[in-house]
């Protein structure tokens, strides 16, 4: 008998059964969702959404005897994995698409013992079940925040790195830069790195990594601008080196030669990022809310 959970109004409404008869979850599964695909089926029990009598279960031979309750919920991790400063916008078999906060960082070292997006992930993942695991597939620098990708699997972490012109339709930022900008453009140069971790921008072709950078002014006052930013290529840092190329570094960025940070953050954040999944096909967008304090002392 399928009925609607008895749950809290800002609790995710989910599906669940009462079992009639001894069976296998998976078995159970497939004949109370017969609109789904096998492997859609499979993916909901590998994924830890499947809940049976309050516990959540990946195994698909787990035995069910009438009487047991089972049901689909959206997510379903250890309540002692509490993410700090990210949350996760998508999750399916392939992929964990997440809003980063400034001040977090991507991934770490090995002898980093700092929080990052990257161990929480790990951590969440490792409480539906301890084989699983996530790979990052690009990074944001600690101090800007918005849209990241992980893969679930190396295989699809590759695929993606490979294929990253070609899968990746838009990749768009919003800046908060020094200065009042008049015009829309683009910068091209290449990009390397010195012994200090500093990038530096060449006009010379093929000394070091090509970068392109589009840019288009969204509002100005009298001592900042506010940018739409878009890349055709991701180098490390190359919206703030490119930023400062132009003479209007951004906001809160000391190390590529701002002179104020009147937000108390870095002025960068990851707007929005569109692309082709790897397995389905689907073309999927991702958008992260702009700051507040990006926007606040424009008219």
Do not use: C
């Amino acid at each position: 008998m399928k009925k609607k959970s008895k749950t809290k109004s800002n609790t995710p409404r989910h599906e669940e059964w009462t079992v009639k008869e001894h069976t296998e979850v998976l078995e159970f599964l497939f004949k109370v969702m017969p609109s789904k695909s096998r492997n859609a089926v499979k993916g909901i029990l590998k994924r830890g959404q499947v809940v049976v009598n309050d516990k959540p279960t990946t195994q698909f031979d787990d035995a069910l005897k009438p009487g047991d309750l089972v049901q689909i919920r959206d997510r379903v991790a250890s309540a002692s994995v509490k993410l700090k400063g990210l949350k996760i916008l998508h999750e399916d078999d392939d992929l964990i698409v997440i809003d980063k906060e400034s001040g977090l960082l991507s991934m770490g070292s090995k002898q980093e013992r700092q929080m990052t997006a990257y161990r929480q992930l790990m951590e969440y993942v490792q409480s539906i079940h301890p084989n699983n695991r996530v790979f990052i597939v690009h990074r944001l620098d600690r101090d800007t925040s918005g849209v990241m990708i992980f893969a679930r699997s190396k295989m699809i972490q590759q695929h993606l790195q490979k294929a990253w012109t070609e899968a990746v339709q838009e990749r768009s930022y919003i800046a908060l830069v020094e200065g009042v900008m008049k015009k829309d453009g683009t910068i091209t140069s290449w990009l390397t790195e010195d012994k200090t971790f500093m990038m530096h921008s060449s006009p010379k072709p093929n000394h070091g990594q090509k970068a392109i950078t589009h840019y288009k002014v969204l509002k100005t006052n009298r001592k900042f601008s506010l940018l739409k930013v878009n890349l055709d290529t991701g180098r490390k840092n190359q919206i703030r080196v490119h930023m400062q190329d132009l003479g209007h570094p951004i906001a809160g960025d000391k190390k590529y030669g701002s002179e104020v940070n009147s937000i108390n953050r870095l002025g960068l954040h990851a707007n929005a990022i569109k692309f082709k999944h790897p397995t389905s096909g689907k073309v999927m967008r991702f958008e992260s809310e702009v700051p507040a304090s990006f926007t606040r002392g424009f008219k």
